[in-house]
T-cell receptor, first 115, second 112 residues
Framework: DQQVKQNSPSLSVQEGRISILNCDYTNSMFDYFLWYKKYPAEGPTFLISISSIKDKNEDGRFTVFLNKSAKHLSLHIVPSQPGDSAVYFCAARLNYGGSQGNLIFGKGTKLSVKP | DAGVTQSPTHLIKTRGQQVTLRCSPKSGHDTVSWYQQALGQGPQFIFQYYEEEERQRGNFPDRFSGHQFPNYSSELNVNALLLGDSALYLC???????????FGSGTRLTVV
């Protein structure tokens, strides 16, 4: 039973355009959502996060939107650059009695940004 | 500033053997978590160590065990290896009470 789902295994976007990566979740107890970026032969690198009490968080070219009623979040990258080509993982954290809980990851979406 | 370092980077073991993977957390971090990433999947939580104790555990059998040392470094041990244990094993460190994990590059384990 997958609690975090990324239904698009891959996404191809032209350089300069917007990339939108989507993520759905099922557990209402998640208190924090994160996006990680992963290049081959490297570990996941933290990109941006959002608390469950917010609906938007922005950091430069990256914006994450959270729709709690739909249990859906999305990552927008504007403008997309070839260096953004990587696998993007959506992750959610369970509220673990007030301390930091473990992360539950989706399967990832491979983004290709074409020059 | 060294990030999370894992050793070895690659490892080939035979079914039934035992393996130990090592992780040194990022400087200033005191919590270590281990994840297993199978091919085509996202990382799956194995367990987390803080103050030398296992604090949380994911849905993994007892063949998977760990340890945290006083210097915060950690080991992941897997006994009686199965072919299905072949995966990328990721170590992540964090400072307790803060939000973000820093991941290492992982150890690629192949069981033949």
């Amino acid at each position: 039973d997958q609690q975090v789902k990324q239904n698009s295994p891959s996404l191809s976007v032209q350089e300069g355009r917007i990339s939108i990566l989507n993520c759905d979740y099922t557990n209402s107890m998640f208190d924090y959502f994160l996006w990680y970026k992963k290049y081959p032969a490297e570990g996941p690198t933290f990109l941006i996060s959002i608390s469950s009490i917010k609906d938007k968080n922005e950091d430069g070219r990256f914006t994450v939107f959270l729709n709690k009623s739909a249990k859906h979040l999305s990552l927008h990258i504007v403008p997309s650059q070839p260096g953004d080509s990587a696998v993007y993982f959506c992750a959610a954290r369970l509220n673990y009695g007030g301390s930091q809980g473990n992360l539950i990851f989706g399967k990832g979406t491979k983004l290709s940004v074409k020059p | 500033d060294a990030g999370v370092t894992q050793s070895p980077t690659h490892l080939i073991k035979t079914r039934g053997q035992q393996v130990t993977l090592r992780c040194s957390p990022k400087s200033g971090h005191d919590t270590v978590s281990w994840y297993q990433q199978a091919l085509g999947q996202g990382p799956q939580f194995i367990f987390q160590y803080y103050e030398e104790e296992e604090r949380q555990r994911g849905n993994f059998p007892d063949r998977f065990s760990g340890h945290q040392f006083p210097n915060y470094s950690s080991e992941l041990n897997v006994n009686a290896l199965l072919l299905g244990d072949s995966a990328l094993y990721l170590c992540a460190s964090s400072l307790v009470g803060t939000g973000h994990n820093t991941f290492g590059s992982g150890t690629r384990l192949t069981v033949v």
